[in-house]
């Protein structure tokens, strides 16, 4: 498979990359991934869309080796949105399949390498032979330590900040909690990433320069960090230049640099 869609191109690997040009203690404790440009990356190449997508799946694995070896907190990526229903069904059924192989093929090495699993949308509206895959891969890795790695599945932004209001409505409307105490604390908790940091970055290929609706709350200070380069064509080190871009850049959250600082 490798070669009848990479030719003679070799295998990326995570070795021999920059870290040396990392600060770790500067690193981003959430990084968001919007994975764009499978399809038009194997139509350039005279294959089928799905094409791109299995070799889409390659760049993800390569991307979290990075994200384990660097220790980054938490890995948030945009697979699936509630627009990508749209698509034609042999797409989406493919896309479906590749979930569910996907699963099946790593969940041993994630589970090894400490990675706490979790998939983030309206996952009850899938097939229930995936539900079922996806309830066992979280509750199997739910203790774990290591990198928390988010798949956003049937998800929106939007939808995602609904929900949780519908959630502290439900527990006004009960009697359950006074409405003067709704925070914004109180929303985040209840949003699918609740008790993760916020996203410090977003990375974008293939060019678009939004967001999609994906994780809308959580990117309200996010750095953004957009290429032209498609997700199977995003290899490790273009990973690590946009950590380095990120450490160079200031961060103020609406206040003044300090100049005694």
């Known amino acids: 498979m490798w070669k009848k869609i990479f030719g003679d191109a070799k295998k990326p690997t995570t070795e021999h990359l920059p870290y040396s040009n990392i600060d770790q203690k ?3 404790k959430h990084v968001a991934l919007i994975m764009d440009g499978n399809g038009r990356w194997a139509t350039g190449k005279g294959l089928l869309r799905t094409a791109g997508h299995t070799a889409g799946v390659r760049t993800l694995k390569q991307i979290l080796k990075v994200a384990i070896d660097l220790e980054i907190a938490a890995l948030t990526v945009y697979a699936f949105s509630t627009e990508n229903w749209k698509r034609p069904h042999a797409e989406v059924d493919f896309l479906m399949q590749l979930f569910s192989e996907y699963l099946a093929k790593e969940i041993d090495e994630m589970d090894q390498k400490n990675v706490k699993l979790q998939f983030i949308g309206r ?6 032979s995936l539900q079922d895959q996806v309830e066992k891969a979280q509750r199997r890795t739910r203790d774990n330590t290591g990198v928390n790695f988010n798949i ?3 998800y929106g932004g939007r939808e995602e900040i609904t929900r949780s209001v519908k959630i502290l409505a439900t527990q006004v409307a009960a009697g359950e909690l006074p409405l003067e105490l709704i925070t914004e604390e109180l929303i985040e908790k209840n949003l699918y990433t609740g008790g993760l940091p916020p ?7 293939s ?6 609706n994906f994780l809308l709350w959580q990117s309200a200070y996010a750095e953004f960090w957009f290429t032209d380069t498609k997700w199977p064509d995003f290899t490790p080190a273009c990973f690590v230049e946009a950590l380095v871009d990120f450490q160079g ?3 103020r959250f609406g206040g003044l640099k300090d100049e005694n600082k």
């Open 26 to 28: 500067r690193l981003p």
């Open 152 to 154: 956003a599945v049937n």
């Open 249 to 251: 850049r200031e961060r």
């Open 199 to 205: 996203v410090d970055l977003v990375i974008r290929t």
């Open 123 to 128: 996952v009850d509206e899938l097939s229930p």
């Open 207 to 212: 060019g678009d320069k939004r967001l999609s």
